[in-house]
Nanobody, 128 residues
Framework: QVQLVESGGGLVQAGDSLRLSCAASGRTFSSYAMGWFRQAPGKEREFVSSISWSGGSTYYADSVKGRFTISRDNAKNTVYLQMNSLKPEDTAVYYC?????????????????????WGKGTPVTVSS
């Protein structure tokens, strides 16, 4: 069992930066690929970014490529999402997710239904 707790969301202006964190419980954190999805009001949950269990491979949605950076610290059981140059269209609830035995790219393809664990989300609002 893995429990995920997100933090770091908030209200910012367009062009600002935020760093989201996801703290995971469990001794097997390093064996999970980790990712971030987001869900805007009235829209489906969509993939944002993912990272392999080792941190050596990352994958991004086209909409955030070049602006967002995912990273992880297995010693701290934490995954991060650094979000720069934020846009109003980035406004959403951001969810941390985990899946065992997969690659970063596969997490982007599997979609929300293919994940093993979810956090409760942290809201991000970007004003124009």
């Amino acid at each position: 069992q893995v429990q995920l707790v997100e933090s770091g969301g908030g209200l910012v202006q367009a062009g600002d930066s935020l760093r989201l964190s996801c703290a995971a419980s469990g001794r097997t954190f390093s064996s999970y690929a980790m990712g971030w999805f987001r869900q805007a009001p009235g829209k489906e949950r969509e993939f944002v970014s993912s990272i392999s269990w080792s941190g050596g491979s990352t994958y991004y949605a086209d909409s955030v490529k070049g602006r967002f950076t995912i990273s992880r610290d297995n010693a701290k059981n934490t995954v991060y999402l650094q979000m720069n140059s934020l846009k109003p269209e980035d406004t959403a609830v951001y969810y941390c997710t985990a899946r065992r035995g997969t690659t970063a790219q596969a997490m982007g393809v599997l979609g929300p239904g293919g994940m093993d664990y979810w956090g409760k989300g942290t809201p991000v609002t970007v004003s124009s």
